[in-house]
């Protein structure tokens, strides 16, 4: 599914469940699928447990985009 889909596909449940865009989070080990999403007001997350590229890490860091460095913060976070 493309970035695009993604986002429009969030702000169609925004629109049909009332669900805020704050309350969607997009979580991904490439930062380029994370910009966009940021831009428009989701929460994100860049993932650093599996084989993450230090450029990406980089530019998480510019953009101010937090980074899970374990995958049961996911459960502690979101509980999943």
Known sequence: ??????????????????????????IDDNITHLLEPAANGYKVFLTSWGPTISEFIDLANKHKIPILEDSKILIDKFGV
Do not use: R
């Not at 599914?1 to 997009?26: H, Y």
């Open 1 to 26: 599914m493309s970035l695009l889909v993604c986002i429009a596909s969030a702000k169609q449940s925004e629109e049909n469940t009332g669900c805020l865009c704050n309350n969607i989070v997009f």
